[in-house]
Each structure stands twice: as C-alpha cells, then as structure tokens.
C-alpha cells in the first residue's frame, strides 16, 4: 500500500491498543480496538498538568515481504524512564512489545511498499478527573499508529537557523525524556527558523549558549574528513539531550563502516570554523522520524555559513543507507535490532 501523498502525521490505520492503570488493578491486558476519538474528562489531570509521555517507533518492509519493528525494547525502556521522571506508573517492557506487535500484525497491510514505514506513537496520559495538585491515580495507555513517507517530503538536505535566546530544556528538567511538555514551548522559535528560510532550530545549551546540542527534536551529527578517514562525531548526553535510538544506532553502524565515532562537545564557533577551514566537511540530522538527514547550511546572527560543497555528504548516505539497510533487510542484522512481527 503507498502512501498516496498523504501528509506526514495523519495517515492513521484502522485500529489502536489501549490498557489502564489503576493502584487497585494495576495494568490491565491491552486491547486491540478500531481507531475512534476517545472519551475523555473535562478535568482529566494530563490535559490540565501535563503529566503526558510518549515514544516513537518504526515499523518496515523487510525485502521478503514480512514486517519488522526496528529496537523496539529501546523504546519501551525510554518509555518507562520518561514515566518514572514524571511520577507515572511503570508499563512492563513486554506490555509495550505486545501492544506494538498487536498492532503491527492486526495493520500490517498499510506499512507502504515504496520506501516508506509505519510509525507507532505509544503515549501514556493520566486520565484521572481530579484537579488537585499531585501525580494521578488513573492512567491510560494509547498506541495508534500511521503510515508516513520522509519528515521533509522529497527534500534531500535541511537548512537550520541557530536559536541564542530560547532552550529547549535546562539542566535538572526533562530534556532527557519524551514528555508532551518538552514540545510546544519549542514552537515559537521554529517559526522564527522559517522565517529565516530554515527548515529547523538548532538549540545550544542552555548554560554557556555555546555548544550545539539538537536540531529540532533530532540529533546532530558533524563529519571531519572524508570516507577513507572520517570521523563522525555527536555531542555527549546530558539531562538536556534526549537519548536518541537512531543516534545510538549510527554510533554503531559508524564503525561498521570503518568510521571512528566520537562523541564529544561541539560549540557553534567551531562548526562555524572548521567548515570555513573544511576539516569539517559534513553534517546530518537523525531520528525515528527524520531517519538521517543532511544539513547543509546554517542560518545564525553572526553570519551564515555552508557545510561542505552545500550537498548531502557521502559518509552521511552511507550511514543513511547502512541504517535502511538494517531496517529493511537489505543488509545484515548481526545486533538483531529488528523484531519480526508475524501476520494476524
């Protein structure tokens, strides 16, 4: 099944799972049921405090026809960090791989044969109606998912604007999880991106507003060199980056492909600096959604600047085709990143 031109986001499949949680019941089994609205309180404590988390994952088209989910356990588990930091129950890792596995059996027609994937969004919401102030009792656990081509459509490179008067978290906050909270304080400073013709933000820390830590929701990634010798380098994690499976998976598949991988600080001087000087030759975003994806100029106050010849990169395709490979079955799984997932 293609895609149909279907913007990225809204194509849903026919069914979703859903389980609750109660101190007295705990989780109950989850339950496949079609795609509807959901009923919900006027006074549901997730609508009105926030306590909200959620994941997103991929499903593929393996070249002999099956579905696969890609690291799907690494999901799970980051679901549960991001719940535990916000005072939320724990779903059991095999209640989320059951539910994904439901789902992904029950709709597996609509993963697209063209290239494309089915992207899951578990999402864990408190749905108690009681509007005092403290962690809920009562939660519910929602897994739908859509069928969805690339992030950018058909572009083959992003431009990034560097945001210096916004951060997207701060140190001892939830940068680190995926939380509903984290996302629409981020919005304004995207339009501002656009509006210098970008396609995303890029966000310092929020210290020294000196080191680069995220484009977007992604992960960035800088390359010094050329294939025969290229370093592929990301910035260390902290509780103000979120702890990305792609990126974790490109570290890996970096030295697959006989790359070093580094990971080390990077301040926006020096991305400036070695590009001008082209030690730095590449750089690429990454993540669930956007897959790898090369950035190829930067907006900032101080002046604008090229990354490369302007280009996608060849140490950056190569990554991008090692990972789809992978997630595809086109090549090797030595790690067994992918689950297959029998038909219903």
Same mark, same amino acid.
């Given at each position: 099944?293609?895609?149909?031109?279907?913007?990225?986001?809204?194509?849903?499949?026919?069914?979703?799972?859903?389980?609750?949680?109660?101190?007295?019941?705990?989780?109950?089994?989850?339950?496949?049921?079609?795609?509807?609205?959901?009923?919900?309180?006027?006074?549901?404590?997730?609508?009105?405090?926030?306590?909200?988390?959620?994941?997103?994952?991929?499903?593929?088209?393996?070249?002999?026809?099956?579905?696969?989910?890609?690291?799907?356990?690494?999901?799970?588990?980051?679901? *549960?960090?991001?719940?535990? &930091?916000?005072? +939320?129950? !724990?779903?059991?890792? =095999? $209640?989320? %791989?059951?539910? @994904?596995?439901?789902?992904?059996?029950?709709?597996?027609?609509?993963?697209?044969?063209?290239? *494309?994937?089915?992207?899951? &969004?578990?999402? +864990?919401? !408190?749905?108690?109606? =009681? $509007?005092? %102030?403290?962690? @809920?009792?009562?939660?519910?656990?929602?897994?739908?998912?859509?069928?969805?081509?690339?992030?950018?459509?058909?572009?083959?490179?992003?431009?990034?604007?560097?945001?210096?008067?916004?951060?997207?978290?701060?140190?001892?906050?939830?940068?680190?999880?995926?939380?509903?909270?984290?996302?629409?304080?981020?919005?304004?400073?995207?339009?501002?991106?656009?509006?210098?013709?970008?396609?995303?933000?890029?966000?310092?820390?929020?210290?020294?507003?000196?080191?680069?830590?995220?484009?977007?929701?992604?992960?960035?990634?800088?390359?010094?060199?050329?294939?025969?010798?290229?370093?592929?380098?990301?910035?260390?994690?902290?509780?103000?980056?979120?702890?990305?499976?792609?990126?974790?998976?490109?570290?890996?598949?970096?030295?697959?492909?006989?790359?070093?991988?580094?990971?080390?600080?990077?301040?926006?001087?020096?991305?400036?600096?070695?590009?001008?000087?082209?030690?730095?030759?590449?750089?690429?975003?990454?993540?669930?959604?956007?897959?790898?994806?090369?950035?190829?100029?930067?907006?900032?106050?101080?002046?604008?600047?090229?990354?490369?010849?302007?280009?996608?990169?060849?140490?950056?395709?190569?990554?991008?085709?090692?990972?789809?490979?992978?997630?595809?079955?086109?090549?090797?799984?030595?790690?067994?990143?992918?689950?297959?997932?029998?038909?219903?």
């Amino acid at each position: 099944m293609g895609l149909g031109g279907t913007a990225y986001g809204n194509a849903f499949t026919p069914h979703m799972v859903t389980a609750r949680w109660t101190p007295e019941t705990g989780w109950t089994e989850p339950g496949l049921t079609p795609f509807a609205p959901i009923p919900m309180h006027p006074a549901m404590v997730g609508l009105h405090y926030g306590q909200v988390v959620f994941e997103g994952l991929k499903a593929h088209r393996m070249r002999d026809g099956s579905v696969a989910l890609f690291r799907p356990r690494e999901n799970a588990r980051r679901f *549960g960090h991001s719940a535990a &930091r916000l005072a +939320m129950p !724990a779903l059991p890792d =095999d $209640l989320f %791989l059951a539910a @994904a596995e439901a789902l992904v059996a029950a709709d597996g027609a609509h993963v697209p044969e063209d290239g *494309g994937s089915l992207y899951l &969004r578990p999402l +864990m919401f !408190a749905s108690e109606p =009681d $509007l005092m %102030l403290r962690p @809920a009792r009562e939660y519910t656990f929602l897994l739908m998912a859509f069928a969805t081509g690339g992030l950018f459509g058909d572009a083959d490179s992003i431009g990034v604007w560097v945001c210096h008067d916004q951060s997207r978290a701060v140190p001892g906050g939830t940068g680190a999880v995926k939380c509903a909270g984290n996302y629409a304080p981020t919005y304004q400073a995207q339009l501002r991106a656009r509006e210098h013709g970008c396609d995303q933000v890029v966000w310092l820390d929020p210290v020294e507003r000196r080191w680069v830590e995220e484009a977007g929701a992604m992960s960035l990634f800088f390359v010094r060199g050329g294939p025969g010798a290229a370093r592929v380098v990301t910035p260390g994690l902290t509780d103000t980056i979120l702890p990305s499976v792609t990126r974790a998976s490109l570290l890996d598949l970096a030295g697959d492909l006989g790359y070093e991988p580094v990971v080390e600080r990077v301040s926006l001087e020096q991305w400036r600096k070695e590009c001008a000087s082209g030690e730095m030759t590449e750089a690429f975003s990454c993540g669930t959604a956007a897959v790898v994806t090369p950035v190829t100029r930067v907006c900032d106050r101080d002046g604008d600047w090229v990354v490369g010849d302007g280009t996608p990169g060849p140490v950056t395709l190569a990554l991008r085709d090692a990972l789809l490979g992978v997630q595809t079955g086109r090549a090797p799984d030595p790690r067994g990143w992918t689950r297959p997932v029998p038909a219903a």
